[in-house]
C-alpha cells in the first residue's frame, strides 16, 4: 500500500482509502448484515487500508464499530460528518443540534476522538450558515479534543463544477481536509479545486472516482450522449458505443481500474475513497490504486475528450 500524507494534517493515509456510504454502503445498501459490513471494513485493513469514511446518514458507523473491536483503533484515520440539509421547511441544525450529531459519532464509534470530522454535503448556500453558526461549535469541538480536523464534503452530484470549495476557499482557511468530487469524466476539480487546495496544503480526499458511469455500460453510453448534446464533448471524436474502451488493454483489464488509476495519481489528492459491499472488488479495487498511472497516450486522449466537462458527476 502506497501512503502519503494528507497535506498538512500531517497524517500518513493510504492512498485507498474505504468510503462506507455510496450506493454500496459496505453492502448494506443491498442487504448485507452489520458483521457483513464489519468484515469489509476488516479486510480493509489486512490489505494496509488505514483511512476509513463514514458518516452518521449512512448508518454503518456501528459496522466501523463492530470492527474496531479487532483492530488497533490509533493506527487508523477514522472519518465521519453530520450535514446541515433538512427539508425545505425545516430550519438547518443549530450548532447544539450540530454537536449533539458528533457526540452521537463518537458514542456510535465508541472512540473519544474523531481525526477527520466533515461538514457533508456542504451546498454554496448554506456557507454563510455553516461559518457563522457551525465553525464556532467545532472549532470548541476541536480544543474539547473531540475532533482532530475540520473538513468539508461538497455535493458533486449537485456542484459537479465545483461552486462550493472555492466559495468556501475565498472566506476561510480553517478546514484542513475537503472531500472532492473526482473522475475520469469529470475532472474540471484539477481547475476549479486543487489549485487554491494544493497552495494551502489542504487535504483531498477524492470521491465519486468510480461510480455507475464507470462500473455500468449503458449509463456510460447515457452519461456520454448527454454531454455531446449539451456541446461538452465532441461527437466526432467519441466512440458513442463504448466511450472508455481506448483505455482498456492488457495492463489496464477494466473501466474500473482505470478509473482508480486516473484519481490515484492526480496532483493534490492524497486518498480515493473506494465504496464497495463486494471483497472481490475490494482487492481488486486497492491493486488498481497502488498501480502506476495511465500511460501518457490515455491520459492525453481523456483530456481531449472529457477536458472541457463540468456538468456531470458520473452517478
Ligand atoms: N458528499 C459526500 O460526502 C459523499 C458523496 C458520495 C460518496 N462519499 C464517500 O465516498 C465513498 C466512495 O463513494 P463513490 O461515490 O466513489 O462510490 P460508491 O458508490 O461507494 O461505489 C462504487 C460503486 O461501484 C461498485 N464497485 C466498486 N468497486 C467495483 C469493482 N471493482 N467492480 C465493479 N463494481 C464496483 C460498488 O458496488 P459493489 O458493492 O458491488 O462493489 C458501488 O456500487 C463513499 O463510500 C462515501 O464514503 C461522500
Redesign the pocket.
Known amino acids: 500500500m502506497r501512503y502519503q500524507s494528507l497535506g498538512r494534517t500531517g497524517l500518513n493515509v493510504s492512498v485507498a482509502g ?8 459496505l ?1 448494506t ?2 442487504g448485507k448484515d452489520l458483521d457483513h459490513a464489519a468484515s469489509i471494513v476488516r479486510l480493509a485493513v489486512e490489505h494496509g487500508v488505514n483511512y476509513i ?3 452518521e446518514s ?1 448508518k454503518t458507523e456501528p459496522a466501523v464499530a463492530r470492527a474496531l473491536r479487532d483492530l488497533d483503533r490509533d493506527k487508523l484515520v477514522l472519518s465521519t ?1 453530520a450535514g446541515l440539509w433538512t427539508r425545505d421547511d425545516v430550519p438547518m441544525p443549530t450548532a447544539d443540534e450540530f454537536i449533539a450529531k458528533l457526540d452521537g459519532s463518537l458514542r456510535t464509534l465508541g472512540v473519544e476522538t474523531i481525526d477527520v470530522y ?1 461538514v ?2 456542504l451546498a454554496e448556500h448554506q456557507i454563510d450558515y455553516a461559518l457563522s453558526d457551525i465553525l464556532p461549535a467545532l472549532e470548541h469541538a476541536k480544543k474539547q479534543g473531540k475532533i482532530r480536523f475540520l473538513a468539508v ?5 449537485h456542484d459537479p463544477a465545483h461552486a462550493t470549495l472555492p466559495a468556501l476557499m475565498r472566506r476561510t482557511d480553517a478546514f484542513d481536509v475537503f ?1 472532492v ?1 473526482l473522475n475520469a469524466l469529470n475532472f474540471s476539480a484539477r481547475r476549479a479545486v486543487l489549485p487554491m487546495s494544493r497552495e494551502r496544503g489542504i487535504g483531498v ?8 458511469a ?2 455500468d455500460p449503458a449509463h456510460l453510453r447515457e452519461t456520454v450522449a448527454g454531454l455531446i448534446a449539451s456541446g461538452q464533448v465532441d461527437a466526432d471524436q467519441v466512440d458513442a458505443d463504448d466511450p472508455l474502451g481506448f483505455l482498456v488493454d492488457d495492463e489496464t483489464p ?1 473501466v ?2 482505470a478509473g482508480y488509476r486516473f484519481c490515484a495519481h492526480e496532483p493534490g489528492c492524497h486518498t480515493v ?6 471483497p ?3 482487492r ?2 486497492i491493486a ?1 490504486l497502488n498501480k502506476p498511472t495511465l500511460s501518457a497516450d490515455k491520459l492525453a486522449q481523456l483530456a481531449t475528450l472529457f477536458g472541457r466537462v463540468d456538468s456531470v458527476s458520473g ?1
Not at 474505504?18 to 454502503?25: F, I, K, V
Not at 480526499?205 to 455507475?212: L, N, P
Open positions: 474505504l468510503g462506507c456510504g455510496g450506493h454500496s454502503r453492502g445498501a443491498y469514511d463514514t458518516a449512512y460528518k466533515h457533508h454535503a464534503s461538497e455535493v458533486f452530484h472531500m468530487g480526499e477524492v470521491m465519486f472516482a468510480v461510480r455507475k464507470l462500473t477494466t474500473m481500474d475513497l473506494f465504496g464497495t459491499g463486494n472481490d472488488h475490494l481488486d479495487n488498481s452517478n
